[in-house]
């Protein structure tokens, strides 16, 4: 039975992780000056350790997600809530928390738990009750808490992307359009006292992205030198391991935030196209298997966790790109960072699950 789970795995979507995981490995060497140290080396191995937990992820019983779905997200909470206790400092902001010797950004963790939550939520009530406005209390709720611990942290361009994946959902799963649209307009009136509430470097850095040249050496820089960089790549690229804005420390955050960056000007506009086109895919295939499940907690996870991935991609290459300001959302997979890459593979193993699963025709409390 085990061994018949593993033969019907989806290989296609393991194979693209793995691809870009060790694309991410060579532009991780790249960064370095051409070596393993001190970031190519540890992403390789959180490969393999991730990998084979997402495998073993994949074959546990998915009503088992299911029944822990609310614990899990509480977990998740309380570790967000963990950083205004015990978190580190760090980029300006207090994001990490350090467990067994390791330090996690529990605001990436937390998208996988309200993505779980959210799925059991919607898949226990009935679709009439989707019109009732007091049924959309508590997704909101699920949506609003880590929102607002992230904002504290703060780290506006992740509680961005939680607000747009919970935002997402609740329009997959069919809430009424006219609630988004008076939440639309609610977010434009309060707009004057969001840009009040924020960081001022956070308003800087909007201001830069309207206009960089203003503070070219300050806030813009960062935005000008990808921009260099990108452009100087071409067609082809400038080639492995000579990329001169990387080479010469122009281009800042390069193994985390701005490897597209890096990437692009070494294999130019034909590998940036063959990157955005590997995540297309991996994209694709996550809202094919929330189609193809028979069971509705395992069509709203497979969403769920499609847009996870589709926000973090547009994000990180609109940042890189200039087409939004620089928020520090890295590319999953191929930036350097544990928890983005161990989330990447918590949602490879859930995705895989529900993929072994579709046929399951109903997941609740009573089945």
Same mark, same amino acid.
């Not at 992403?43 to 546990?60: E, G, K, P």
């Not at 997959?172 to 639309?184: A, D, Y």
């Not at 309207?210 to 452009?231: F, R, T, V």
């Not at 907690?297 to 847009?307: D, E, K, Q, V, Y």
């Given at each position: ?23 991410? /490995? ?5 960064? /370095? ?17 991730? #990998?084979?937990? /997402? ?8 009503? #088992? ?42 605001? @990436? ?23 009732? $406005?007091?049924?959309? #209390? ?20 992740? /509680? ?28 434009? %009136? ?18 830069? *992205? ?51 960056? #890096?990437?692009? @000007?070494? *294999? ?10 590997? *995540?297309?895919? $991996? ?19 497979? $969403? ?9 991609? %547009? ?53």
């Amino acid at each position: 039975m085990l061994l018949n789970k593993i033969k019907s795995l989806n290989y296609l979507i393991i194979f693209l992780f793995v691809l870009l995981s060790f694309i991410g /490995a060579a532009g991780l060497y790249s960064a /370095a000056d051409g070596s393993y140290n001190p970031w190519s080396s540890k992403h390789l191995i959180r490969l393999f350790i991730f #990998l084979l937990m /997402a495998i073993i992820l994949s074959l546990i019983n998915l009503r #088992l997600i299911y029944k822990h779905a609310y614990s899990i997200f509480i977990l998740c909470l309380l570790l967000l809530f963990s950083v205004e206790l015990i978190g580190e400092f760090g980029k300006g902001a207090s994001r990490w928390v350090r467990i067994f010797g390791f330090s996690i950004q529990p605001s @990436e963790i937390i998208k996988i738990g309200i993505i779980i939550s959210l799925a059991k939520y919607y898949n226990d009530i009935r679709f009439d009750n989707l019109k009732r $406005i007091s049924y959309i #209390l508590i997704p909101l709720t699920i949506i609003f808490f880590p929102f607002l611990l992230t904002i504290i942290q703060p780290d506006l361009g992740t /509680a961005i992307s939680i607000f747009l994946l919970g935002i997402i959902i609740l329009f997959s799963v069919g809430v009424r359009l006219w609630k988004f649209i008076l939440g639309l307009f609610v977010f434009l %009136v309060s707009l004057p006292v969001l840009w009040n509430f924020i960081k001022p470097y956070q308003r800087e850095r909007v201001i830069s *992205f309207l206009n960089p040249e203003s503070d070219p050496l300050g806030n813009g820089y960062q935005l000008i030198q990808s921009k260099i960089a990108l452009g100087s790549g071409s067609l082809t690229g400038k080639g492995f391991l000579k990329g001169t804005q990387s080479y010469l420390e122009y281009l800042p955050e390069k193994q985390t935030d701005f490897i597209f960056t #890096l990437i692009g @000007e070494e *294999f130019g506009f034909i590998g940036s196209i063959f990157i955005i086109s590997l *995540f297309f895919i $991996i994209i694709s295939i996550g809202f094919y298997i929330s189609i193809k499940s028979n069971n509705l907690f395992g069509r709203i996870l497979a $969403i769920g966790i499609a847009t996870n991935m589709f926000i973090y991609v %547009v994000f990180n290459i609109s940042m890189v790109t200039g087409l939004m300001p620089v928020v520090g959302i890295p590319l999953p997979l191929i930036s350097y960072g544990g928890t983005v890459m161990l989330s990447s593979f918590i949602s490879l193993g859930i995705l895989l699950n529900i993929d072994l699963n579709y046929k399951i025709k109903k997941i609740s409390k009573n089945a």
